[in-house]
Nanobody
């Protein structure tokens, strides 16, 4: 079992930045691809970004491309989501998820383990 823990959410103004972190306390996840997803009020959970197990490849939803950056530090068992130029439409609960396939997917069903989520609220 892999337990994921997100942190770094908060309430900010449009144009501000936040950095989310995803860790696995007591467990290495260096062989997992990690994805970030979000669920806004009244919306379905959607793909945001993913990073392969070795950090060599990333993928982003069109809505966040050029504003968000995903990275990982396997030595620290941590994946980051740097979010710049935040918009009110980015308001959501953000979840990280682990995929044992190493390469990840945009599909929620491909992920085996999920965190509890962290709230991001962006006001105009």
């Amino acid at each position: 079992q892999v337990h994921l823990a997100e942190s770094g959410g908060g309430s900010v103004q449009a144009g501000d930045s936040l950095r989310l972190s995803c860790t696995t306390p007591g467990r290495t996840f260096s062989t997992f691809a990690i994805g970030w997803f979000r669920q806004g009020p009244g919306k379905e959970r959607e793909f945001v970004a993913l990073i392969t197990w070795n950090g060599r490849s990333t993928d982003y939803a069109d809505s966040v491309k050029d504003r968000f950056t995903i990275s990982r530090d396997n030595a620290k068992n941590t994946v980051f989501l740097q979010m710049d130029n935040l918009e009110p439409e980015d308001t959501a609960v953000y979840y990280c998820a682990a995929d044992q396939s190493r390469y990840g997917s945009r599909r929620l069903s491909e992920y085996h383990y999920w965190g509890q989520g962290t709230q991001v609220t962006v006001s105009s």
